[in-house]
């Protein structure tokens, strides 16, 4: 398993754009009431750890300490198509919505506590796998009791980060805008 400390100027990084990005959804469904179903801090706290998990992600593929400011738009968290999901259960299964589109991917990391070390951090985000959305929308995952239902696919039905990386390289190789560069895409393999 893959793991990324976080410094406390990480997770001051986070708050910020977590805050950002809850007064912009309070803007969007104010209307709605989408966001009075949990407490303030609840909702802060699913951001922070959404925050999280996207820095994880970003310095795992590379790419620094890259940030979405844009969380209301169809386009995927990271570049090749990338959608993060992130959770603060050791335990929790990767979230897939209905209208994920299905050619992205979806990679699930978990933020967890860990035994604060000055030069560790005291967060760490755990990639525990990812798996093709067109293969996360299956009956069998889906789950109606969840208070958004939706495709939720438990950790042992992940495919391993190692896959991930190569599927990368191999869309990179495919007709896939990878590092600057993009090539004619082939058949034989899906684009994400």
Not at 110 to 130: C, M, N, S, Y
Request: aromatic content about 10%; overall charge positive; hydrophobic content about 35%.
């Amino acid at each position: 398993m893959t793991t990324i400390n976080f410094t406390f100027a990480d997770f001051l990084l986070a708050l910020k754009e977590a805050d950002n990005r809850h007064f912009r959804s309070v803007l969007r469904h104010f209307s709605d009431g989408k966001t009075a179903r949990k407490t303030y801090a609840d909702q802060l706290e699913g951001e922070i750890v959404g925050v999280l998990g996207e820095i994880a992600a970003a310095r795992y593929f590379k790419l620094g300490d890259m940030v979405r400011n844009d969380t209301f738009t169809n386009r995927s968290d990271l570049p090749q198509n990338i959608n993060i999901r992130a959770t603060k259960y050791p335990q929790g299964r990767l979230l897939v919505q209905k209208d994920d589109k299905s050619d992205f991917i979806t990679v699930l990391v978990t933020v967890e506590t860990i035994q604060h070390d000055p030069k560790l951090g005291w967060l760490a985000a755990h990639f525990r796998g990812w798996i093709p959305n067109h293969e996360a929308k299956q009956q069998r995952f889906w789950d109606e009791k969840l208070q958004k239902p939706c495709y939720a696919i438990p950790q042992e039905c992940l495919r391993p980060m190692t896959e991930v990386q190569w599927a990368i390289q191999k869309a990179g190789m495919n007709g896939q805008h990878h590092n600057g560069c993009s090539t004619t895409t082939t058949p034989d393999f899906p684009s994400f």
